[in-house]
T-cell receptor, first 111, second 114 residues
Framework: DAGITQSPRHKVTETGTPVTLRCHQT?????MYWYRQDPGHGLRLIHY???????DKGEVSDGYSVSRSKTEDFLLTLESATSSQTSVYFC??????????FGPGTRLLVL | EDQVTQSPEALRLQEGESSSLNCSYT??????LFWYRQDPGKGPEFLFT???AGEEKEKERLKATLTKKESFLHITAPKPEDSATYLC???????????????FGKGTKLTVNP
């Protein structure tokens, strides 16, 4: 258990509405990541953070923004949700070496 | 382009029937290769990290090995509780920076019947 919690765990929203997902860690790790997981695709990196206020894009960042104002929290925002953003979202942290540890996930359904 | 291919997509074994899962990768340079286990409705659970060809790691009934082109996850005498999807990921080496991306395969769904 890497001390990662995600909230909400499940969310249903409508197209065009803003959505914010939260990742919280308790162990002061510098690196945090947001991934999405879809059938037929492997996990894909959306954004990551390497410190407070330091973030960078992953391979599927369009339509998403992130913020990290505190070490323990990494927020993922969908400014205007679309049906293509229906997915399972995982937060991860990097602990020893290069290994990433994942949270329990958030299931998002955009109608 | 960095790529990871896992085979087979699905594997059914009888309890006690040993087998191997394959992870083939194409990267310009390898910083690390990772194996995860994922149960339905849960996040990936870390199993192993391998950094260089020839390296091996073991944990209970699982053993991971690494060559310059592929990795194997060997499962010895599996039990029904080993049923899960096993994910492989590589971290490309980027001397110029930006090497935080993990490239994941699509996974192998393993079912072990009692």
């Amino acid at each position: 258990d890497a001390g990662i919690t995600q909230s909400p765990r499940h969310k249903v929203t409508e197209t065009g509405t803003p959505v914010t997902l939260r990742c919280h860690q308790t162990e002061n790790h510098r690196y945090m990541y947001w991934y999405r997981q879809d059938p037929g695709h492997g996990l894909r990196l959306i954004h990551y953070s390497y410190g407070v206020k330091d973030t960078d894009k992953g391979e599927v960042s369009d339509g998403y923004s992130v913020s990290r104002s505190k070490t323990e929290d990494f927020l993922l925002t969908l400014e205007s949700a679309t049906s293509s953003q229906t997915s399972v979202y995982f937060c991860a942290i990097k602990s020893s070496g290069e290994t990433q540890y994942f949270g329990p996930g958030t299931r998002l359904l955009v109608l | 382009e960095d790529q990871v291919t896992q085979s087979p997509e699905a594997l059914r074994l009888q309890e006690g029937e040993s087998s191997s899962l394959n992870c083939s990768y194409t990267v310009s340079g390898l910083r690390g290769l990772f194996w995860y286990r994922q149960d339905p409705g849960k996040g990936p659970e870390f199993l192993f990290t391998l950094y260089s060809a020839g390296e091996e790691k073991e944990k209970e009934r699982l053993k991971a090995t690494l060559t310059k082109k592929e990795s194997f996850l060997h499962i010895t005498a599996p039990k029904p509780e080993d049923s899960a999807t096993y994910l492989c990921a590589v971290q490309p080496l980027r001397p110029q920076g930006g090497s935080e991306k993990l490239v994941f395969g699509k996974g192998t769904k393993l079912t072990v019947n009692p």
